[in-house]
């Protein structure tokens, strides 16, 4: 389970999401054949961060919701943590409802992290608090939290915990970076997000200084199935045509679209009209 889902995270860190999308059903199919109520829930978890990725509220939230509370926070060698997921999808919508019902998990972890040799877990706690409070309005508790986490998780060198959560951390970082707090340490963060930036969750469109070179039928074609997160593959057997005439064509259009990935040019498509939806 651990090798399928660090496969998904290592795509959701490419950019790549459809490959993401694929391991992350995986995960959950080996969960089913398992039958096994933990490993269903690590696949849980998985299903949440890519949904998360793929902007796709309402599948986020469906599979939030199935995250039991009483699943264990402390075990150290699973690299998702379901509940936190949770929290996470729940801040990220980031409706009243959602951001309730994230207070109210957080307080209860947080009670459970106290007593828990796992310094990672209060690290991620404490970052969750920290944009929760951001998102309510709560700035210098916001900024109080993840100061704490930092003083945690400097000494052990963290850097994937923080990107893990969200874009939205880097204002707060910024923030303490002025006043001092971990100053080396934050640097390093701020600098690790950047060269992470395919994952940024809300940042719109950056639409081209000029209107894009006209996109050829066959080039519209594969864009719209770009849409659809069908893989290279996938667009070769549909088109009859070989994985290199695909590639040639999806460097085309990030080309002609002036950005890097498939998910820029879905979005900036989108923003340019090309396509529905």
């Known amino acids: 389970m651990n090798c399928v889902i660090g496969l998904a995270l290592i795509a959701l860190a490419q950019d790549d999401i459809a490959t993401a999308a694929v391991y992350e059903q995986e995960a959950r199919a080996f969960a089913a054949e398992a039958n096994s109520v933990f490993l269903y829930h690590q696949s849980l978890a998985c299903a949440v961060r890519v949904a998360r990725a793929q902007g796709h509220k309402a599948s986020m939230l469906r599979y939030?919701?199935?995250?039991?509370?009483d699943i264990d926070l402390t075990a150290n060698i699973w690299l998702e943590t379901p509940r936190i997921c949770r929290v996470q999808a729940l801040i990220h919508a980031a409706d009243g409802v959602s951001l309730q019902q994230a207070e109210r998990d957080l307080a209860v972890i947080t009670r459970e992290v106290q007593h828990s040799s796992n310094r990672r877990m209060q690290?991620?706690?404490?970052?969750?608090?920290?944009?929760?409070?951001?998102?309510?309005?709560?700035?210098?508790?916001?900024?109080?939290?993840?100061?704490?986490?930092?003083?945690?998780?400097?000494?052990?060198?963290?850097?994937?915990?923080?990107?893990?959560?969200?874009p939205a951390l880097q204002p707060l970082l910024r923030a303490l970076l002025e006043r001092g707090v971990c100053a080396s340490y934050v640097k390093h963060l701020l600098a690790d997000y950047l060269t992470d930036a395919p994952r940024a969750e809300h940042s719109p469109a950056v639409l081209p200084t000029r209107l894009p070179e006209m996109l050829t039928r066959r080039e519209?074609?594969?864009?719209?199935?770009?849409?659809?997160?069908?893989?290279?593959?996938?667009?070769?057997?549909?088109?009859?045509?070989?994985?290199?005439?695909?590639?040639?064509?999806t460097s085309t259009i990030y080309d002609k679209l002036g950005v890097g990935s498939r998910r820029e040019a879905v979005s900036t498509a989108r923003a340019l009209g090309l396509l529905r939806g």
């Open 220 to 249: 519209t074609e594969i864009l719209a199935l770009l849409a659809e997160r069908w893989s290279n593959q996938e667009i070769a057997e549909h088109l009859t045509v070989s994985l290199n005439t695909v590639r040639k064509h």
């Open 64 to 69: 939030a919701a199935e995250i039991r509370s």
């Open 123 to 166: 690290v991620a706690a404490r970052t969750a608090q920290a944009l929760l409070c951001q998102v309510q309005g709560r700035y210098e508790q916001a900024l109080a939290e993840l100061e704490q986490a930092l003083v945690l998780a400097e000494p052990c060198g963290f850097v994937r915990t923080f990107l893990d959560f969200s």
